[in-house]
């Protein structure tokens, strides 16, 4: 069974410093990892995908396979950086899971 | 292009009742899948169809049900309602099951059950 852990279901930091959102998962095969983001009052969306190793607003997240996880960390988070953020994996048989989530408070 | 678009916005229901909420996917996406959001437990997903039928279920109880139509446009229903129904349900629409690259949500719809 696939399945993603958030062990943090909240976490503030303060403006400037750098912030870490932890996620592990569980896949047999390859997995394919994402990060969705969700601002107050906004719908879900996707922030990035491990696949495209992209930088999005500053954050980045590096697949460890042998660690089994995708953390997401920015160096310097800023106030509009708040909001949940949730990890999610899909595998071989088309299902999409999601982590429960962390809300992150960046404090000025 | 549209987003995806759920309806109602907002409901309050008592308990015993019966809701259904609507959602009407991206235009050529085949893949809607459903989830509950709380503030306790994060997004917990119920279920998802592709080509009207179910491909994939959550751990719910079978008081939540749905289905999907010819035009990719899903329902779904709770019956029985209890106060831990409150929530939000989230609606989320992509090309093929389970893919995380194309999938997009809705705004939701807001259960508030008295």
């Known amino acids: 069974a696939q399945r993603v852990t958030q062990p943090e279901k909240l976490l503030s930091v303060f403006k400037g410093a750098p912030v870490e959102l932890k996620c592990n998962y569980s896949?047999?095969?390859?997995?394919?990892l994402f990060w969705y983001v969700q601002y107050s009052r906004q719908r879900l969306q996707l922030l990035l995908r491990?696949?495209s190793r992209e930088s999005i607003k500053g954050f980045t997240a590096d697949l460890n396979k042998g660690e089994t996880s995708f953390h997401l960390k920015k160096p310097f988070a800023q106030e509009e950086d708040s909001a949940m953020y949730y990890c999610a994996l899909t595998g071989s048989n088309y299902k999409l899971t999601f982590g429960k989530g962390t809300l992150l408070t960046v404090n000025p | 292009k549209a987003g995806v678009t759920q309806t109602p916005r907002y409901l309050i229901k008592t308990r015993g009742q019966q809701v259904t909420l609507s959602c009407s996917p991206i235009s050529g996406h085949r893949s809607v899948s459903w989830y509950q959001q709380t503030p306790g437990q994060g997004l917990q997903f119920l279920f998802e169809?592709?080509?009207?039928?179910?491909?994939n279920k959550g751990n719910f109880p079978g008081r939540f049900s749905g289905r999907q139509f010819s035009n990719s446009r899903s329902e779904m229903n709770v019956s029985t309602l209890e106060l831990g129904d409150s929530a939000l349900y989230l609606c989320?629409?992509?090309?093929?099951?389970?893919?995380?690259?194309?999938?997009?949500f809705g705004e939701g719809s807001w259960l508030t059950v008295v």
């Open positions: 491990h696949i």
């Open positions: 989320a629409s992509s090309l093929v099951s389970g893919d995380g690259n194309t999938i997009y």
């Open positions: 169809y592709f080509s009207e039928t179910q491909r």
């Open positions: 896949y047999s095969g390859s997995p394919e």
